[in-house]
């Protein structure tokens, strides 16, 4: 062994050409002390190389290992954030599940309530509409008794007055001389001289009415002249209506049956119907107590209501162009009142 180390000293100063081999291909080996002496001065490079190399290739591997360490710490504190914040929108979930469980409740409690209220409400809805259809029902029973009470309170008025004749248009006055009495038998005696001598004719009452006279009001208040008998008024009332023009001293006046306010009421209702018919030569007399009379192609019709009359034109074209306009006004007059209603 000494004499190869000298043999290898000896040798240093020569140079000594090599071809390396290949680093890839060299698989790194290991080396005891007893070899690495024995080694040439180009093995020692080449182990140099390779152990730098190698080292080099350590750190590398190191560094990449460092690098993915921190990418995995960096990956793991990614993912435990991303835990907590889980946790956290798991937290808050629960709790919104939670509050929204409970605003269910509360809006079932709620509607649940309303429910039981609305029901409530409609059984007094209910209970009001049938109150108000039996108040209705019950106003309409009495304004159908008040109806009838009036046409009984009219028919009754008009039994009592019916023998009574009404002058319309002596002056305020001019009763002081003889008297109302005295006055109707002037009336007689001026336009009727023969009834004047009937001897059966009898006053049994005489009043102006109303019986307080309206200094305001211009024209004379009306007398009323209650006969005896129901037959004498008629006859009085015929030849009124035979001589048309009754005068008291020269005066115009006039005698009429004396009725109801109802009784009047429904008479002027016919007015205008009655002054087409008289334009057009129909005849029209309104009757005792409140029916329209008048003579249609040679015919005597009598009404006792428009709605009769109605449906009669309805059927006669003539008729009914000639009443056209007087019908229709009545109709609008009606509908007007029963909005005012």
């Not at 062994?1 to 290991?30: A, C, F, L, S, Y």
């Not at 002056?171 to 004047?196: H, T, V």
């Not at 429904?266 to 018919?277: F, G, K, T």
């Amino acid at each position: 062994m000494p004499n190869n180390k000298r043999k290898n000293r000896g040798n240093k100063n020569k140079e000594v050409t090599m071809t390396p081999p290949n680093e890839k291909d060299t698989p790194i080996q290991d080396y005891e002390d007893d070899d690495i002496e024995e080694m040439q001065e180009a093995d020692l490079k080449k182990l140099i190389r390779t152990l730098r190399s190698s080292q080099k290739q350590i750190l590398e591997l190191h560094k990449s290992l460092m690098d993915k360490i921190e990418n995995l710490s960096r990956e793991n504190e990614i993912l435990r954030r991303n835990q907590n914040e889980t946790k956290q929108l798991v937290q808050q979930e629960t709790v919104l599940v939670t509050e929204v469980k409970n605003s269910i409740d509360q809006m079932k409690n709620t509607i649940e309530s309303l429910t039981n209220r609305m029901g409530e409400a409609e059984e007094r809805i209910s209970d009001l509409e049938d109150r108000e259809q039996e108040r209705i029902q019950s106003d309409q029973r009495k304004e159908e008794e008040i109806r009838n009470l009036k046409h009984i309170v009219g028919n009754l008025q008009d039994t009592i007055k019916k023998p009574n004749i009404r002058v319309l248009g002596v002056p305020e006055g001019m009763e002081r001389e003889k008297g109302l009495e005295g006055l109707f038998s002037e009336i007689l005696a001026e336009n009727f001289p023969g009834l004047e001598k009937d001897r059966e004719i009898l006053v049994q009452e005489a009043h102006r009415t109303p019986n307080k006279h309206d200094q305001k009001r211009s024209s004379p208040r009306h007398v009323v002249i209650k006969l005896s008998t129901v037959k004498h008024k008629e006859k009085i009332l015929k030849c009124a209506r035979e001589k048309r023009q009754i005068t008291l001293r020269g005066s115009p006046i006039r005698l009429t049956a004396d009725f109801s306010s109802e009784t009047l009421k429904a008479r002027r209702e016919w007015r205008d119907i009655a002054q087409v018919l008289r334009e057009n030569n129909c005849q029209p007399r309104i009757l005792y107590p409140a029916k329209l009379s008048f003579v249609n192609e040679g015919e005597i019709k009598t009404f006792h209501c428009k709605q009769k009359l109605k449906e009669f034109v309805a059927t006669r074209p003539a008729l009914q162009k000639m009443l056209k306009d007087v019908l229709h006004t009545e109709t609008q007059k009606h509908g007007h009142q029963y909005e005012r209603r």
